[in-house]
């Protein structure tokens, strides 16, 4: 760093300030970053585990995203449970973030461990807590603080154990206090993804319109569902085909005996014919 020795200690929770950041060479920043993701994150920073409900929103949630920009063939980077350090501002961790029209590179795909936005150029444009047990605060009321205070455009909470949801947007990107989302009809719009959130029943849900996005596990129950149906069509084709076979068999054999029959109808008829010509004495 600027005017003295490199120390790791200096970096655990806080990011380095832009300026830092600049003096820094880049093992140097390497490892301020490995330092920043590695360090173990204190109770103050990180919730504490709230089991399955959390963890599958999360997942729910993240491949719901990841299905829609895929088929919408727009780049986006989306984060779950990663490390996010912004310049000067302490560590944070959200369960799911989003950053739109970029693509990932090679930094990225050797190592997802945090996203650094002095590197990224980056900010992030959407953030997404889950809150299912322990101190509500911290979603509900620091982080409402701490995210518009970074810029991030967009912070919504879902609430999942009072099955209620919030949201919070920058009026514009210089302004640095949220102001709520209001729901219409339920549904709470973003605009920076160009989506809805719903609540079903116990789940949070994104709309495109009345469309609901299914996640990863809802295709695979219909990929399942139509490989089902195409194999008991296939069967009922097959055993039609073989109803059919059989009956043809059947209708062959018949046919068989009858031409049997009927060659032996013959046969005799030749041989009474002949008996009555040599009785005849016809030549």
């Known amino acids: 760093m600027a005017d003295r020795a490199f120390r790791l200690d200096d970096w655990t929770t806080v990011t380095p300030t832009d300026d830092e950041w600049a003096s820094m060479t880049e093992d140097e920043r390497d ?15 990180l919730a504490p585990p709230e089991g399955v409900p959390h963890s599958h929103a999360k997942d729910s949630s993240l491949s719901a995203l990841e299905i829609f920009f895929r088929n919408r063939k727009r780049k986006v980077f989306l984060g779950k449970e990663l490390i996010v350090l912004y310049p000067g501002a302490r560590r944070f961790c959200p369960d799911l ?3 739109l029209d970029v693509e990932k590179n090679e930094r990225q795909r050797r190592s997802l461990m945090s996203w650094v936005v002095a590197r990224e150029g980056r900010g992030l444009d959407f953030v997404l807590e889950v809150h299912v047990g322990g101190n509500r605060k911290k979603d509900a009321v620091r982080n409402v ?9 967009e912070y919504f909470i879902y609430d999942r154990d009072r099955d209620r949801l919030f949201g919070y947007r920058l009026a514009s990107p210089a302004d640095r206090t ?10 709470y719009p973003s605009a920076v993804l160009g989506l809805e ?13 009345s469309a609901r996005l299914p996640d990863a596990d809802e295709l695979i129950d219909r990929l399942t569902e139509s490989v089902a ?4 069509r296939a069967d009922a084709h097959a055993a039609r085909l073989e109803e059919e076979t059989r009956a ?3 209708e062959t054999r018949k046919l068989e005996e009858e031409t049997r029959k009927l060659e032996d109808a013959e046969r005799r008829i030749a041989e009474l014919e002949a008996a009555l010509a040599a009785k005849r004495g016809d030549p």
């Open 31 to 45: 490892r301020v970053v490995w330092q920043l993701s590695m360090t173990t994150m204190s109770e103050t920073e």
């Open 197 to 209: 959130l719903r609540i079903d029943g116990d789940r949070l849900r994104f709309y495109v319109g």
């Open 145 to 153: 603080a701490f995210y518009a205070s970074l810029g991030i455009p």
């Open 97 to 99: 973030f989003a950053v």
């Open 178 to 187: 949220y102001l709520p989302i209001l729901p219409q009809e339920g549904a």
């Open 248 to 250: 043809l068999e059947e």
């Open 229 to 232: 149906a195409i194999e008991a």
